[in-house]
């Protein structure tokens, strides 16, 4: 028998936690801990302790798919990547921004560079764009123009070294638990912890103070919070003067937010913001911590901005124990925008509209001239295919039918393309849709690196040969980029092109395979060979051209839509423990699928009780874009009004009743934590 032990970090959540991989006779048998691995330290929670059960899944794809007259049968790599190559150079001769790709944060950081590669060299277009466009793009954003880098400030570790933590729109516990694990290490130390949400989650039953906040005003709360910290003098007028720039005109703003008045918009009482913005005001080392409960609305950049002032206000940045940190929820969400899957940007956050930025990389990815023009983001680029102004689009590792807002829209603009290629590990709902299908390999038969949500840059280590013809993402790139002609991805190892990454990149300019072997990975930015990596930002200046912070004063805006006697509830969405995104992967997890498999809808009791609904009653959730049918799940841990659905499972998605029409003018995020809805009894 022969056993093997490959340490490489989880699949899942933007924690990015180590964990050995254990081999039997060359197959993948379990998960063992990896205790030198810094975020963790040995400990995994239950996605992790099971995330070898969808390797050798039954359903994986093992060869290519062409699709015929409706049908999928196999097909070689060759007759595959030809078919592609012809379809494309055709679209490219038209117009080549009439193709785009779909990026996943769920791929390697080399998978990721190369597709962002290959298609502003070879098909020449910036229509590239990942998930975080509809997670933290309003942190990339919002964190870019306040601070100048859009990432976490501080380091996972680094929490347990707060007095007070303040937690808004996040649920540490479940959706992040090894950073809810520092949350409590951090409680029992002494820090005080405020939590903000519409739910009593398992993070607000650490609390020290709960503010149970109506969805959508967290603008006017946070601008509250800045009101008090102003009127106590607890301001850091220090901080304020030698390292920021625009505090008196939020200093006016701020001033029309008295505790008495928002209490009626966020239906938190007067006493309790004033004694959140002492706690938070008055503690040494303050630190934030947020999610997609921020991000996910359409006035998602506000309220990421509005976090900004709140820490810079209190001068809690660039220091230990404190700072601003987005939890990024999936795997290598930082390391995919990082490498430049984005479209606007190249890898390394560099604005390619301008002519150098575009000289540069044209010399270091020796190519032609590139293409100026802005990308589309995702939602631009399905409406586009909606109204067939898109002939094709790729997708690696996504699954928008599932993921993106209005499902039975989204499946209309991909029916509509001429060519839609997916490349995944299992026919997901999106692959079924596609004309050709290429198999992957999954994380556990990949090398490469994933940057976690602390700009962790950690080393995934294959622990087994791909299953059936199943390539690399990043090799079928370099395939399909040799049929088109193309000599620019002659690439050898994941190594090979980690170094190219490397000098693109100058926040992975110091970093070497090599370098990452060490357990602990590098943080960027890490500009040099010597240098140890960076585990808190703007300690001595900002990362803005200038190195100040910028405060950018915020008034509440109204949400798209608000409860009326037609649909009388907001509906928020959020994850659960057990599952990952849209269950393509944690849903072939028998241990996982034995705990958790069925959708549900969190009620209130009273709510309940006025429409009559029992515990576990079938009902029909309605709102203005469409209705699903769920089970009702009664608990006093939702707020009265408030109703709570999970986004794991297909039979009753969010997105079936989500709308992409309204959106944030600045990140196109649409509205998906405060939707209005009705619910109604199934009669029979
Ligand atoms: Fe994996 Fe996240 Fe769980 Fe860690 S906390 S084991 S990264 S899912």
Known sequence: MKL????????????GCGLNLVSVNEKIKGVEPWKRNPVNEGKLCPKGNFSHEFVNHKQRLKTPLIKENGKFRMASWDEALNSIANKFKTIIDEDPDLIAFLSSARCTNEDNYVLQKFARTVIGTNNIDNCAALCHGPTVSGLNLTFGSGAMTNSISDIEKSDCIFIIGSNPLEQHPLIGRRIIRAKSNGAEIIVIDPRYTPTAKQADLFLPLIPGTDVALINSLMHVIIQEGLEDIDFIENRTLGFEKLRDIVKNYPPESVEKVTGIPATKIEEAALMYGKAGNSSIIYCLGITEHTMGMDNVMSLSNLAMLTGNIGKEGAGLNPLRGQNNVQGVCDVGALPFLYPGYKKYVLDPVREEAECQWGCGELNGLPGLQMVEILEAAHECRMKAIFIMGENPVFS????????ESLLNLETLVVQDIFLTETAELADI???????????????NTERRVQRVRKAADPLGEARADWQIFCDLAKVMGSSLFSYASEEEIFSEITKITPQYAGMTWKRLENADGLQWPCPSKNHPGTPVLHMEKFATSHGKGVFKPIELRSLPETPDEEYPFILSTGRVIFHYHNSNMTGKSETLQNESSLSFVEIHPEDADKLGIKNHEQIKIKNRHGEIKTKARITSDIAQGVLFLPIHFLDCAPNLLTNSKVLDPSTKMPELKALTARIEKISG
């Open 437 to 451: 299908v290429l198999p992957a390999t999954s994380w556990a038969e990949k090398n490469g690196t994933f940057t």
């Open 4 to 15: 093997e032990i490959t340490p490489t970090i989880c699949p899942y959540c933007g924690c």
């Open 404 to 411: 993106e807002p209005e499902t039975l829209k989204v499946k």
